[in-house]
């Protein structure tokens, strides 16, 4: 498992098994919003007490899935990088961090969209709105720790550290609705006695977290090569300066 | 290899002590993160009469009566205790017999004066035909 | 020429012309559901436009390096 683990930490291995995914997840981007946005738009019928507008729930439910899923990614990553001090590790962290931002802004954006027409509010401090936006500042956190020491493995390490300490809230967005009474509704999909969103409403809400999935494997793997693609440069650079 | 165990443990014994450190700082302030509190709760110990608070509940079925001037009037109930509300101003789309709702203002003489109505919704979603069939079959379980 | 120009409400008839005037109003919420999808579609395809375009600016800068570096290469040998 650790030879197999480090052998895809090596970044030219990295590349090689990137060039190949890369091209796939971006067709499965493509294909899986096309036929999610049909059924989620036009197929999937209105809710009985919502109406239409439980349509929304179809881009906000799998944002707020990935802005989790994001968060884990980064505190696996950012503890195999302060254990066995992986750089590739590292660089997923990194560049999974914008992303899930850009999520949870998502979730919480179409979340208000969804609340002014149905609760009647915006906004409402309750636990899981709450524990959302703090998730949006630990990523923010995240992100400028990075960038605010000098020395980028001290940015590395410190901001690993606030990802580590930050996956407490994961579990407390999830369980959020359960613990406390919230104006948000509670859990629908993933419950003890199965979903309770019927079979014709359930199918547009998977094809477009599938489809999230698969756009969040094309950008995150664009930006890797980036990132592998500035370390050479870097490189190339300190040669130059040594010459 | 050793430094590896020990960074590791560390991390893991930091992320346990976090743990339990969050877990008590939430239980500490529970009171503050409920977002509403029930009639029942309410009637047990009434918070002070010009305190604000927001109540929480079922609208009451056949309670909703709307007056002149976009006023109205529902009950608000937990199953045991129901409280009088009292609301002038528009109602959310959601806001409906037997739904949940929580409601912002303060306590008048037993009636709760509201000064803003949210409407909770529940986690069920479908389209219209199956809640007429389940209704039909008469085995519904949500809010109707 | 002009008789022969085509409107696309001419080849729908009014039922179906109501049927995408019922679909684009969603039912009097289309505000907040159009706004969500087209918020989700911005910030998803600047994302990835933004960082194709910071991949493209880096692969270019490293193949500036490669090409000097190849070419010093080549000067000392000679």
């Known amino acids: 498992m650790n030879v197999w683990f480090s052998k895809f930490a090596n970044p030219n291995r990295f590349l090689k098994v990137s060039s190949v995914i890369e091209p796939w997840a971006t067709r499965f981007t493509f294909a899986l919003f096309g036929v999610g946005l049909c059924f989620s738009l036009f197929i999937s019928p ?43 590790a590292s660089i997923i962290g990194k560049e999974t961090a914008p992303i899930g931002a850009c999520f949870t802004f998502l979730a919480l954006a179409t979340g208000s969209l969804w609340g002014q027409p149905m609760w009647g509010t915006w906004w409402v401090w309750d636990a899981r709105l709450t524990s959302m936006l703090v998730l949006l500042f630990l990523y923010l956190g995240y992100i400028a720790l990075q960038e605010a020491f000098d020395d980028r493995v001290r940015g590395s390490r410190a901001a690993a550290v606030i990802a580590l300490v930050g996956f407490l809230n994961v579990p407390i967005i ?19 006695d199965g979903p309770s969103i019927h079979s014709s409403m359930l199918t547009p809400l998977f094809l477009m977290a599938l489809a999230f999935k698969a756009y969040y494997i094309w950008l995150l793997l664009v930006r890797v090569r980036s990132e592998l693609v500035a370390g050479k440069v870097t490189r190339w650079k300190q040669r130059k300066v040594a010459d | 290899m050793k430094r590896k165990y020990k960074r590791l443990y560390f991390v893991a014994i930091g992320l346990v002590l976090l743990g339990l450190a969050t877990g008590l700082i939430l239980n500490a302030l529970e009171e503050n993160i409920v977002l509403f509190l029930s009639p029942s709760q309410v009637v047990e110990t009434p918070p002070p009469s010009s305190k604000k608070f927001r109540l929480g509940g079922v609208v009451e079925r056949g309670s909703i009566i709307k007056g002149e001037n976009a006023q109205v009037e529902f009950r608000v109930s937990d199953g045991t205790t129901s409280i009088l509300v009292i609301y002038k101003g528009i109602l959310p789309d959601l ?24 409407a909770k919704h529940d986690e069920n979603y479908m389209p219209p035909e199956v809640a007429e069939t389940i209704k039909k079959m008469g085995q519904w379980k949500g809010q109707e | 020429m002009a008789t022969k120009k085509l409107y696309i ?50 692969l270019d800068e490293l193949a500036e390096f490669e090409k000097i570096g190849s070419g010093e290469k080549i000067e000392e040998k000679i």
């Open chain 2, 95 to 118: 806001f409906r017999e037997k739904q949940g709702v929580v409601a912002d203002g303060k306590m008048v003489d037993r009636i709760f004066q509201a000064d803003e109505i949210l």
């Open chain 1, 174 to 192: 999830k369980f959020s609705v359960d613990w406390w009474n919230t104006l948000h509704q509670p859990a629908s999909v993933f419950k003890m």
């Open chain 1, 46 to 88: 209105p809710d009985y007490q919502q109406g239409e507008t439980v349509r929304i729930m179809y881009v906000h439910v799998p944002s707020a899935w990935m802005a989790l899923f994001c968060y884990t990614v980064m505190a696996i990553c950012s503890g195999s990088y302060l254990i066995w001090k992986h750089p590739l």
């Open chain 3, 9 to 58: 409400s001419d080849s729908l008839d009014g039922a179906s012309m109501d049927l995408i005037s019922q679909f684009l109003s969603m039912g009097g919420h289309a505000v907040f559901i159009w706004s969500s999808y087209l918020l989700v579609f911005i910030v998803l395809v600047t994302f990835i436009i933004l960082s194709y375009r910071r991949l493209r600016k880096r």
